[in-house]
Nanobody, 115 residues
Framework: QVQLVESGGGLVQPGGSLRLSCAAS????????LRWYRQRPGKERELVAV???????NYAASVKGRFTISRDNAKNMVYLQMNSLKPEDTAVYYC?????????WGQGTQVTVSS
């Protein structure tokens, strides 16, 4: 049974940091590319960051330089370190694993950036 479980969301003040985690199980984690998406209130889901099986990373322009995606294949974990958070980063964040025609999603974790 495939599972992706996000954690680490919460309320943070502008300028603060959060680290999101996503625990994966039920598939060959190291063979999949991994992504973080977010869905801001009233907006469509958007791609935030991606890391490939070769550890190549890419970021949305809106988060580049502030967010860092990483993976730990030994622990079947993917992370999103978020620094210098802004109110417009408020969203539900989802992890995603894709490959071999499969596309797996977690349930999401809420991040709220507010003073």
């Amino acid at each position: 049974q495939v599972q992706l479980v996000e954690s680490g969301g919460g309320l943070v003040q502008p300028g603060g940091s959060l680290r999101l985690s996503c625990a994966a199980s039920g598939f060959t984690f190291s063979s999949y590319n991994l992504r973080w998406y977010r869905q801001r209130p009233g907006k469509e889901r958007e791609l935030v960051a991606v890391t490939t099986t070769s550890d190549i990373t890419n970021y949305a322009a809106s988060v580049k330089g502030r967010f860092t995606i990483s993976r730990d294949n030994a622990k079947n974990m993917v992370y999103l370190q978020m620094n210098s958070l802004k109110p417009e980063d408020t969203a539900v964040y989802y992890c995603n694993a894709f490959g071999f025609g499969n596309n797996y999603w977690g349930q999401g974790t809420q991040v709220t950036v507010s003073s």
